[in-house]
């Protein structure tokens, strides 16, 4: 055990001293990698954010519920009576066509037009906060306007549905290219470790000649790949995270403008670890996958 | 400890190098094998680490038959072998030290020890005060006796040289012929191909002379 872990850190050291012995091509191919990493990382950090924003926004689908113009008093009362039996709606709130229509004068835009009017056009309304998602919530729908008096149902599960299936693209995209760039970050690390085959043939063919296994020989490699992944990974995290801290600023001026103070979130600890160690692992199989096609090549004459 | 019996070695195109050749070798002997360039010296010494394989015939190494060896297993009979080649095959992007210590790598030695092993595998072919030196620098005796202290750093039990002379002058082939003699006087028995009639004749040592493949004496 003791000899198996000081053949590895002797092999880690010894790598981590070849790289940097070539320190233009290291960079070089570090960040080739790290940039192919931050494209699907920067499109997976920003449909984060904006899956948080529709979080917070669609939390509690709400439903309004408009009245028939003739509906009295007493309609309303026996309404607001059967709306609490539901199963489904946590909370509702009544607001008359007056408090609609003095709503409407205080947004601003439409006061001078609403001051013209002579009758109030609005019709009373309930609004519903449901703990339904979007599918149940259209169950809802043919049962709440089934009730007397109700005039129209709105229900805003249809937008809903469609930022959710916008984000659900979004992420297939992301997904999409993050295996094309998975594939190419392989293929990178495949060259580069080929590449370095061919500068150590010597070496590896005496070793061979001396004694050497085919797993002395080849753990350097492996080593190799997977260093180029993990620092290409974190090459890819540092330019997303400068990225974003760029971003930031203006989206701050934005934000301010719709009185929010949201701003784009870095991924936490866990996100960024699990991503080290994909990216680890690509650069792993990629050298595992060239040094099987080339290693066995070289052989002592 | 080495035995060859019926060997046959062609290689694809059918050039036979080797051809019915039967022999034994003793623990702790002093052997040349001599004959002409292709008369199939290099052959039967890149038998013995399986660097190449009989065609037919048997090869054995300490007991070991090389034909039938499973791959994996030859890194451990090359460990007990010391190889010293005519050219050398030095690393040139290292010191003379760090060419010593490569054998000792990967056998385990914690790399104080290894470095005691390697100095004195330096000292025994007088190139300790080199040991930071770039082996491009040396001369070529010097780098002939470098690949010898590489082959015994490890303390094989067989030392194999293939025209370890041929690029030397006289003295300094000398030099080597009398350190692989030191060895096989301390019990390590020594197979060196020559085509250098002169040197064979002054130690009058056993020898294996080949022609076309066959032993002819």
């Given at each position: 055990?003791?000899?198996?872990l000081?053949?590895h850190?002797?092999?880690?050291?010894?790598t981590?001293k070849?790289?940097?012995r070539?320190p233009?091509?290291?960079?070089l191919?570090?960040m080739?990698?790290?940039?192919?990493l931050?494209l699907?990382?920067?499109g997976y950090m920003?449909?984060?954010?904006?899956?948080r924003?529709a979080?917070?926004v669609?939390?509690?689908?709400?439903?309004?519920?408009?009245?028939?113009?003739?509906?009295d008093?007493t309609?309303?009362?026996a309404?607001?009576?059967?709306l609490?039996?539901?199963?489904g709606?946590?909370a509702l709130?009544?607001?008359?066509?007056?408090?609609?229509l003095?709503?409407?004068?205080?947004?601003?835009?439409l006061?001078?037009v609403?001051?013209a009017?002579?009758?109030?056009p609005?019709?009373?309304?309930f609004?519903?906060?449901t703990?339904?998602?979007?599918?149940e919530?259209q169950?809802l729908?043919?049962q709440?306007?089934?009730l007397?008096?109700v005039a129209?149902v709105?229900l805003?599960s249809?937008w809903v549905?469609?930022?959710?299936?916008?984000l659900a693209?979004?992420?297939?995209?992301?997904l999409?290219?993050?295996?094309l760039?998975a594939?190419?970050?392989?293929?990178?690390a495949?060259?580069?470790?080929?590449?370095?085959?061919l500068t150590?043939?010597?070496?590896?063919?005496v070793?061979k000649?001396?004694?050497?296994t085919?797993?002395?020989?080849?753990?350097?490699?492996f080593?190799?790949?997977?260093i180029l992944?993990?620092f290409?990974?974190m090459a890819a995290l540092t330019?997303?995270?400068?990225?974003?801290?760029?971003?930031?600023?203006?989206i701050?001026?934005?934000?301010?403008?719709?009185?929010?103070?949201f701003?784009?979130?870095?991924?936490?600890?866990?996100?960024?670890?699990?991503l080290?160690a994909f990216?680890?692992i690509l650069?792993w199989?990629?050298?595992?996958?060239?040094?099987?096609r080339h290693?066995y090549?070289?052989?002592p004459k | 400890?080495i035995?060859?019996?019926?060997?046959?070695?062609?290689?694809?195109?059918?050039h036979?190098?080797?051809?019915?050749?039967?022999?034994?070798?003793?623990t702790?002997?002093?052997v040349f094998?001599?004959?002409?360039?292709?008369?199939?010296k290099?052959t039967l010494?890149?038998?013995?680490p399986?660097i190449?394989?009989?065609?037919?015939?048997?090869?054995l190494?300490?007991?070991?038959?090389?034909?039938s060896?499973r791959?994996?297993?030859i890194?451990?009979?090359?460990?007990?072998?010391?190889?010293v080649?005519?050219?050398?095959?030095?690393?040139?992007?290292r010191?003379?030290?760090?060419n010593v210590?490569l054998?000792?790598?990967f056998t385990?030695?914690?790399?104080?020890?290894?470095?005691?092993r390697?100095r004195?595998?330096?000292d025994k072919?007088?190139l300790?005060?080199r040991?930071?030196a770039n082996?491009?620098?040396?001369s070529g005796?010097?780098?002939q006796?470098?690949?010898?202290?590489?082959?015994?750093v490890n303390?094989?039990?067989i030392?194999?040289a293939?025209?370890?002379?041929a690029?030397?002058d006289?003295?300094?082939?000398a030099?080597?012929?009398?350190?692989?003699?030191?060895?096989?006087?301390v019990?390590v028995?020594v197979?060196?191909?020559?085509?250098d009639?002169?040197?064979?004749?002054r130690?009058?040592?056993?020898?294996l002379a080949?022609?076309q493949?066959?032993?002819?004496?």
């Amino acid at each position: 055990m003791s000899t198996w872990l000081r053949q590895h850190s002797q092999t880690l050291v010894l790598t981590l001293k070849r790289l940097a012995r070539n320190p233009f091509a290291t960079l070089l191919n570090i960040m080739v990698i790290g940039i192919a990493l931050a494209l699907p990382l920067g499109g997976y950090m920003l449909l984060q954010n904006l899956g948080r924003v529709a979080g917070q926004v669609t939390g509690h689908p709400q439903v309004s519920l408009f009245l028939a113009r003739d509906a009295d008093k007493t309609d309303i009362a026996a309404l607001e009576a059967r709306l609490k039996q539901i199963p489904g709606v946590r909370a509702l709130r009544f607001i008359s066509r007056e408090q609609a229509l003095e709503g409407l004068k205080q947004s601003g835009n439409l006061s001078d037009v609403i001051t013209a009017l002579q009758t109030n056009p609005l019709p009373d309304a309930f609004v519903l906060d449901t703990g339904a998602g979007a599918v149940e919530l259209q169950q809802l729908e043919p049962q709440l306007k089934a009730l007397p008096k109700v005039a129209h149902v709105q229900l805003d599960s249809a937008w809903v549905k469609r930022l959710e299936s916008l984000l659900a693209l979004g992420r297939m995209a992301v997904l999409i290219l993050a295996s094309l760039l998975a594939c190419g970050l392989v293929a990178v690390a495949f060259n580069t470790i080929r590449l370095q085959i061919l500068t150590q043939k010597d070496e590896i063919e005496v070793s061979k000649l001396i004694g050497a296994t085919d797993s002395f020989i080849r753990r350097p490699f492996f080593h190799l790949g997977l260093i180029l992944g993990a620092f290409g990974g974190m090459a890819a995290l540092t330019i997303v995270y400068l990225c974003m801290q760029i971003l930031n600023r203006r989206i701050l001026e934005l934000a301010q403008l719709y009185g929010s103070d949201f701003r784009l979130s870095f991924f936490g600890l866990p996100d960024c670890l699990a991503l080290l160690a994909f990216a680890a692992i690509l650069g792993w199989l990629g050298a595992y996958m060239s040094v099987s096609r080339h290693l066995y090549g070289i052989e002592p004459k | 400890m080495i035995s060859f019996s019926q060997v046959r070695k062609s290689y694809r195109g059918g050039h036979e190098a080797l051809c019915e050749l039967s022999f034994g070798i003793e623990t702790g002997e002093l052997v040349f094998i001599t004959g002409r360039s292709g008369a199939g010296k290099s052959t039967l010494l890149k038998l013995i680490p399986a660097i190449e394989r009989p065609t037919s015939g048997t090869v054995l190494v300490n007991g070991q038959n090389i034909g039938s060896m499973r791959r994996a297993a030859i890194p451990y009979l090359r460990r007990n072998l010391g190889l010293v080649f005519q050219d050398q095959k030095l690393l040139y992007d290292r010191s003379v030290f760090d060419n010593v210590m490569l054998p000792l790598a990967f056998t385990g030695h914690t790399h104080k020890d290894a470095a005691r092993r390697a100095r004195a595998a330096l000292d025994k072919v007088g190139l300790l005060a080199r040991e930071k030196a770039n082996p491009i620098t040396l001369s070529g005796g010097e780098q002939q006796r470098l690949c010898i202290a590489r082959a015994v750093v490890n303390r094989p039990s067989i030392l194999l040289a293939d025209e370890p002379t041929a690029s030397l002058d006289s003295a300094s082939a000398a030099e080597v012929v009398e350190m692989f003699r030191s060895f096989n006087q301390v019990g390590v028995t020594v197979l060196i191909a020559t085509h250098d009639e002169a040197l064979v004749q002054r130690l009058n040592p056993r020898v294996l002379a080949l022609s076309q493949g066959r032993l002819a004496r």
